[in-house]
């Protein structure tokens, strides 16, 4: 079973960049879906942006601009490069793979972002 942890989540101040990285323990080859949510306290999960198999990506509309996924296959890593960030954007954001072929899906443990105004 693959197994994700992500990392680069800390305290930053409003305008400033953080790069979170979930890295996988074994080939995410059989995923063809890899996405970044995010849940702020006392708020659903939502989704923030997802990359596919032929590398088309969607963001959530609060972070169009800003944020960018991307990944590196040799490595089994999907990155999260956020910029210009805003206290609204504090939450634990979570790293999730998708292989819609096997209805797997996996999720990592989170890492928290907090973002000081």
């Known amino acids: 079973q693959v197994q994700l942890v992500e990392s680069g989540g800390g305290l930053v101040q409003a305008g400033g960049s953080l790069r979170l990285s979930c890295a996988a323990s074994g080939s995410i080859f059989r995923f063809n879906v890899m996405a970044w949510y995010r849940q702020a306290p006392g708020k659903q999960r939502e989704l923030v942006a997802k990359?596919?198999?032929?590398?088309?990506?969607n963001y959530a509309e609060s972070v169009k601009g800003r944020f960018t996924i991307s990944r590196d296959s040799a490595l089994n890593t999907v990155y999260l490069q956020m910029n210009s960030l805003k206290p609204e954007d504090t939450a634990v954001y979570y790293c999730?793979?998708?292989?819609?072929?096997?209805?797997?899906?996996?999720w990592g443990q989170g890492t928290l972002v907090t973002v000081s105004s």
């Open positions: 999730q793979i998708v292989s819609t072929t096997l209805s797997l899906e996996i």
């Open positions: 990359i596919t198999g032929g590398d088309s990506t």
